[in-house]
Structures are given as C-alpha cells and as structure tokens.
C-alpha cells in the first residue's frame, strides 16, 4: 500500500512552455506532498512542501513564480514549471509521508530545449 | 535549516573490500532513514534507525544510529557490484515551524569488478 503514482515520467518541451507534473496518492489521503529536484549525480534537494487546502511552503531560493504548486485534493499534488528554460532540465520527484514511512513517486525527467 | 551531511562524497572501491559512508548533522533527529537510489528511479529505502545507539544489519550493510542521535554510519562488508548506487541519509528536520523531509548530501559509490 502506500503508492504515489507521478506522470509524465519523462517530458520534452520547448523553452517558453509550461509543463505540469502530477503526483497522485493512489490508496491513501496525502495531506502533506514534498518536491524534490535532484541534479545529475547530486542528493535531492527539498523544493518546496505543499499542503492540502493552503499555499506550498517554497524552500529559500526557489521562485515561486516559476515552480507553482497546487494541492487542491487529498490525492493530488501538481508543480509547474512555467515559462521553462533549458536550465530547468531536471530530475523532479515527490514524496509524501504515511503510516509506513515516506513513498515516493517513480520522478519525472524534464528536458527543456 | 538543518543540514545532514554526508562523506565520502564519492568512493570507488574494488570488489570484496569493505566501506563506511558517514551522515552527520549538528541537530537532533527522530529518525534517520537510509537509501539507495539508481539513475532515473526514485529511492529505495533500505532502513530506519530510530534510538540512539542502534545497530540495524541488513545482509552485508549495518546501520548504526549515533548515541546523540545526531549521525549515523553504513558500512558494507565484502562490496559487491550490485551495491553500486547513490547512497542517501534523510530525516525530518524542522526550521521556521515547518517540519521537512530533507536528504543528506549523498555518497555516491562505485563498486568495481
């Protein structure tokens, strides 16, 4: 049990676009969802923490305006990046706490081009 | 925000030979989990310590949890190739009100043939 289903796992998109990736708790209620970037060869880095029915708590040094997050549901947490750009390309992947401990999704690799 | 570090930062050992990887932190921690974790995939835990002190073994991998409960340690007896991985340390750390689940700095090793 405890499963976190995140999509897209890879995307490709032009620099200027958005990209939106979901994180979905399949069998339990995510009240809390963590966002991780992580860089080739590098530990997670904690983006921001989003929490349902109330504003994503941003880490110092992420903008807020181009990483937006939403948790408007018990079982779905979403981050934007908008307007991205090659230096966005990243490996973005969520966690959330349950009884069992912390699951994460699978990640989404983002290639901006 | 409180900060768990890792060293060595990268090993490259032959196979057969033992390792340590350390996780230090100047806060107190709950909890320390460990994981490992393969390009592109999110990480796989492998073991939570929870009292100062405590000695976990795991096949060929022990895990101890500093008295203080500020650090802990992995050691791998008889490394194989199939270690080969990032290894992550992660706790619940809490800065401005906000609890957060933050990840250690990160080992990555090599295990060679």
């Known amino acids: 049990g405890a499963v976190v289903s995140q999509h897209p796992s890879r995307v490709i998109c032009k620099s200027g676009t958005s990209v939106k990736i979901e994180c979905r708790s399949l069998d339990f209620q995510a009240t809390t969802m963590f966002w991780y970037r992580q860089f080739p060869k590098k530990s997670l880095m904690l983006m921001a923490t989003?929490?349902?029915?109330?504003?994503?708590?941003?880490e110092q040094g992420v903008e807020k305006d181009k990483f937006l997050i939403n948790h408007a549901s018990l079982t779905l947490s979403t981050l934007t990046v908008t307007s991205a750009h090659p230096e966005d390309s990243s490996f973005y992947i969520c966690?959330?706490?349950?009884?069992?401990?912390?699951?994460f999704g699978s990640g989404t690799r983002l290639t901006v081009v | 925000t409180q900060l768990l570090e890792q060293s060595p930062q990268f090993l490259s050992i032959q196979e057969g030979e033992n390792l340590t990887v350390y996780c230090n932190s100047s806060?107190?921690?709950?909890?320390l989990q460990w994981y490992r974790q393969e390009p592109g995939e999110g990480p796989v835990l492998l073991v939570t310590?929870?009292?100062?002190?405590e000695v976990k073994k795991l096949k060929r991998l022990t895990f101890q949890f500093g008295d203080a409960r500020k650090d802990s340690s992995l050691h791998i007896t008889a490394a194989q190739p199939g270690d080969t991985g990032l290894y992550l340390c992660a706790g619940v750390g809490r800065a401005s009100g906000t609890y957060k689940y933050i990840f250690g700095t990160g080992t990555r090793l090599k295990v060679l043939a």
């Open positions: 966690s959330a706490p349950t009884t069992y401990g912390y699951t």
């Open positions: 310590v929870v009292t100062g002190g």
């Open positions: 989003s929490n349902e029915g109330s504003k994503a708590t941003y």
């Open positions: 806060s107190v921690f709950s909890s």
